[in-house]
């Protein structure tokens, strides 16, 4: 029978009761423990343990008692799978077993994870869950299910020790890529009737004297470190604080390390930490405690942001200069490093230190599940609420469909360092966390501003690559590879590229106002851009657009202060049609690369025409190739003109992006010329030449007709070869560079080499030909 949502929320009473302090409840009916597993939307888990044989709890020689975890998962959403569960390799998410809720059918099923793809999420083949059920209203999801505790085949529970947990949120109710994920660590609470929640095995355990010169073995075999947190790239990349100079030394001056550099510096961040000791060696040094691992680095990032005073550090943070904190954890033995590294299990302020109880490894929510709020809702500026009502800016707060197919999302979040600046201030600066969702499993994403919009050239943008992780910003010189160069300052935090089989995300956070960059006026609206590629390679964009957008912003308290300003237009920019444009490249190469060199050789080689009785035959070749040239030339402009002014692309405009577009209207007035010149040439004399088999006699370079020429044909015969000359270099370049920018428009074949195929028999053929000339000459 399914459980109302009203018993899940007395269940719930029962677990605050017990989890604030009555834990003589002996008979053990309710659930028994609880844990916030994720703050932004609210994720708890409350669960009840109960062995088969409580005495085996204190048996060491028994690892793994057996008996029954009651779970009940409750998202604080009206929308989004729920799974939790555990990973052989901890906190990875693979390999994992896990158990995941589907409210649509209310199925509550096992689950294996073999590979971070949605097709290796396959439903375990033996089910041994009991008490499932999975169901869901506007406001809450709710999962519940009991499975042992020891099973043939799967990860067992440890009721003896801390359990580390994996968990992951849906973005709607249809099993896929997760919208949140992570993991957490909890001694599991075991509840014997009449007896109520037995003690831990051992006692919590107590901490040495903090020395601060050394890390404190604790009773329970975990390492506790406390000192001041210092980035490795300070340590060994530069030597000294980043921020101050060469002048102090890094492990001399971590007192006065500023969490700015700390916290705000992307190099600094990405380097990884240290703890330090609190008080300094006989050198006047402080030691190297422990290298943290990535959780660690992650957690005392999180720290500093939460307690600190710098640029991306959340408001009420005091803590300037030398950053402090207690880590918790166990070395790492399979790496070799100095200092060694610590497994983090958990982080804490400094002033918890080494020295007292250790705090609770999380700490449970006391308040009920807030009343009903209504769902995400679209607004009449094209934008998508997320806050649920809620006001403390903790999550992301609006989201826009960029482009349909594949579908793209923006959502984010703006957040003033000042709110009384909205409004007030010229360019008010503050943070902007992105999160673009890519809703296929192939393809880098990238999004910026343009200097010229709707031109991407010159732009400044962020791009992510999934393969390599990377997420940096760019500058936008060409358009080209070559002109996509990245930033020489990266600025961003908290960035993160991630994909699988049918989502890619990239998430960042950045200053509205920077130096030397593009600013986010958030009084007005902003134009975007954005890209895809085909792959996850950085390379030529598969589909490509922009967007105007007026910001929400957020006010810890008061939420959205602007929801209804302004509003959101897409702009979908499309590429030339392909079809028309490869027939614009064949019709072209095969006017100048074959054609054209045709009737250049046959003017080189006339000669041989006429000694084979064909005096006219080379000048109506001639004059027939060329006028076919223009009228493929002609055609081809046309087909390119249109194609561009379909997709709202001005052929006209000189930047460097259309460069060839004005060079081949360069070549299209040069070749009418040509032509026109050649049909209005200046005549040769008529004792010399008839109209018909003119310069037939020019083969004999010492006759005295030569003086007998006009001023006019003087002047007309070398010009006429040097804008010949001039188109044919001109048309040459301008095809090598269309079809490099088709084979980067729509990674196609690079078709150059039929030019220069073409070009290079011609070539032979004239070379040969000229050969034979001059050896056959009398």
Avoid at 300 to 322: R, S, W
Avoid at 427 to 447: A, D, F, I
Avoid at 621 to 640: E, K, P
Wanted: aromatic share 8%; with cysteine; charged share 20%.
């Amino acid at each position: 029978m399914r459980l109302s949502f009203l018993t899940s929320l007395t269940a719930s009473v029962l677990l605050w009761k017990s989890v604030a302090g009555e834990d003589t409840m002996d008979e053990c009916m309710g659930l028994s423990g609880i844990v916030e597993v994720h703050s932004d939307p609210l994720l708890e888990l409350t669960y009840k343990v109960t062995l088969d044989n409580p005495e085996e709890y204190y048996d060491e020689t028994i690892a793994f008692p057996n008996g029954d975890i009651t779970a009940q998962l409750v998202l604080h959403r009206g929308d989004g799978f729920v799974g939790m569960g555990m990973s052989e390799n901890f906190p990875k998410m693979i390999p994992g077993e896990v158990v995941v809720g589907l409210p649509d059918d209310g199925n509550v099923l096992q689950y294996n994870l073999e590979q971070q793809d949605q097709s290796f999420v396959k439903p375990a083949s033996a089910q041994t869950l009991t008490n499932t059920d999975c169901f869901q209203n506007s406001t809450h999801t709710v999962v519940i299910f009991t499975q042992r505790l020891v099973q043939d085949g799967r990860i067992p529970f440890d009721v003896k020790n801390p359990s580390g947990f994996i968990y992951a949120i849906g973005s709607n109710n249809a099993l896929g890529y997760h919208e949140k994920r992570g993991d957490f660590t909890t001694n599991l609470r075991v509840c014997v009737p009449e007896t109520g929640l037995l003690p831990l095995p051992t006692s919590p355990p107590t901490r040495a004297p903090k020395s601060g010169k050394e890390p404190v073995e604790l009773d329970d075999g975990t390492i506790c470190v406390e000192g001041y947190i210092m980035d490795k790239y300070c340590i060994e990349t530069t030597g000294y604080l980043l921020d101050r100079g060469a002048s102090f030394p890094t492990l001399k001056n971590a007192d006065v390390h500023s969490v700015h550099c700390l916290a705000d510096v992307t190099r600094c961040i990405e380097s990884g930490y240290e703890v330090l000791t609190v008080e300094k060696n006989s050198n006047g040094e402080f030691g190297r405690q422990a290298t943290l691992d990535d959780y660690g680095n992650a957690a005392v990032l999180d720290l500093a942001l939460e307690t600190g005073d710098c640029t991306f550090c959340k408001p009420g943070g005091t803590i300037k200069n030398g950053f402090r904190a207690t880590v918790i954890g166990t070395w790492d033995e399979s790496v070799e490093d100095d200092p060694p590294v610590l497994k983090v299990l958990e982080v804490f302020e400094s002033e918890v230190g080494c020295d007292g109880p250790m705090p609770p490894p999380s700490t449970p929510s006391s308040t009920p599940p807030p009343p009903p709020t209504p769902s995400p809702t679209e607004v009449d500026n094209g934008q998508e609420d997320l806050t649920m009502g809620a006001t403390d800016c903790v999550g992301l707060t609006s989201r826009v469909q960029i482009h349909p197919d594949p579908l793209l999302e923006l959502s984010y979040k703006t957040l003033l360092d000042d709110p009384v600046d909205y409004e007030d201030a010229t360019l008010p600066n503050g943070n902007l966390t992105v999160e673009l969702v890519l809703h296929r499993g192939s393809g880098w994403v990238g999004m910026g501003m343009s200097k010229a919009y709707p031109n991407m050239i010159p732009g400044e943008v962020v791009v992510g690559l999934p393969d390599v992780g990377g997420v940096e910003q760019y500058d936008l010189s060409v358009r080209a590879p070559s002109g996509v160069n990245t930033a020489s300052v990266q600025s961003l935090v908290d960035t993160d590229i991630v994909q699988n089989s049918t989502h890619t995300v990239l998430t960042f956070t950045q200053r509205l106002v920077q130096d030397d960059r593009l600013s986010i006026d958030v009084n007005k609206a902003n134009d975007f851009i954005w890209a895809v590629g085909f792959d996850n390679t950085l390379g030529f964009h598969q589909f490509f657009g922009g967007f105007s957008l007026n910001h929400h912003i957020c006010v810890p308290g008061e939420g959205v202060v602007n929801p209804n300003v302004g509003g959101f237009q897409s702009d979908q920019f499309q590429s030339p049609k392909k079809s028309v444009m490869e027939a614009h490249g064949n019709m072209l190469t095969v006017a100048w690369g074959l054609l054209a060199p045709l009737a250049i050789a046959s003017a080189l080689l006339r000669g041989l025409f006429i000694k084979a009785g064909y005096a006219t035959l080379w000048f109506r070749i001639h004059m027939m190739l060329n006028t076919t040239v223009f009228c493929l030339t002609l055609i081809g402009f046309v087909l390119a003109f249109v194609a561009l002014n379909d997709v709202g692309a001005d052929h006209f405009q000189k930047t460097d992006e259309t460069s060839h577009q004005l060079v081949g209207l360069i070549i299209l007035i040069l070749v009418f010329v040509q032509v026109t010149n050649g049909i209005l040439r200046p005549h040769l004399p008529p004792a010399e030449a008839s109209e018909d088999v003119e310069l037939v006699e020019e083969e004999a370079s010492s006759s005295p007709a030569k003086d007998e020429k006009s001023l006019l044909r003087k002047i007309w015969e070398p010009s006429h070869k040097i804008l010949g000359a001039v188109l044919l270099a001109l048309s040459w370049w301008q095809i090598t560079t269309g079809w490099d920018t088709f084979s980067l428009l729509y990674a196609e074949e690079d078709y150059t080499h039929r030019l220069w195929a073409m070009i290079g028999t011609i070539g032979g053929i004239v070379v040969i030909g000229k050969i034979y000339q001059v050896a056959n000459k009398d």
